[in-house]
């Protein structure tokens, strides 16, 4: 049973106006949120902050001490580096998401995610969303000698589940991990 509010009188029309319009918007809301939990990776620590020169130590405080540098990761036997590696292997990866072939981007899966969810699952897991990724953009990547992070931009279409309202296209920085086993480069998902 439908109880109008105190003071719109017999005017029912107005009422359902409202309530379809805060309809509506709890609809898209409830999309948007859904949206933001939903991914493939982890979201950077910090966006738009540009890297700069290291902080000088002031006048008179003591100076800090040096940290041994990290080992530098070594090229492939067929000469290509981690970084290109793994460059490569993202895009590929995020090149069989955009079009559709699930069943290719899994190969890129590390052997240890694989072993806890199998082909199917991981198949059925990104075709069912509302999201459906369009390209991605490679940014940066880092690498020790058995850890990559990649940074991609990712742009994506979202149907919202509203009559009319249409679709919402987006983009979002996110970085990913990648490990090497086996002599290859493997993306690991954010659990």
């Not at 390209?135 to 020790?144: I, P």
Request: proline letters at 8%.
């Amino acid at each position: 049973m439908l109880v109008r509010p105190h003071g719109l009188g017999h005017n029912s029309r107005l009422f359902g106006a409202r309530e379809t319009m805060k309809s509506t918007f709890l609809s898209i809301v409830l999309g948007f949120a859904i949206l933001s939990l939903t991914g493939c990776a982890t979201t950077p620590p910090a966006t738009g902050q540009t890297p700069g020169p290291e902080p000088q130590a002031e006048a008179g405080a003591p100076a800090e001490t040096e940290q041994p540098a990290a080992a530098t990761p070594e090229p492939a036997a067929d000469g290509e580096t981690p970084e290109n590696r793994v460059v490569r292997r993202g895009r590929e990866r995020w090149d069989r998401i955009a079009s559709g072939e699930y069943d290719l981007a899994y190969e890129y899966l590390s052997p240890g995610y694989r072993d806890k969810t199998t082909r199917t699952e991981y198949i059925v897991r990104l075709a069912g969303q509302r999201v459906r990724w369009n390209d991605a953009d490679f940014e940066k990547v880092e690498c020790k000698p058995e850890i990559c992070r990649a940074t991609w931009t990712i742009h994506w279409i979202y149907h919202i589940p509203v009559k009319g309202a249409g679709v919402y296209n987006g983009e979002k920085p996110t970085v990913e991990n990648w490990i090497l086993a086996d002599g290859e480069w493997y993306f690991v998902p954010s659990l």
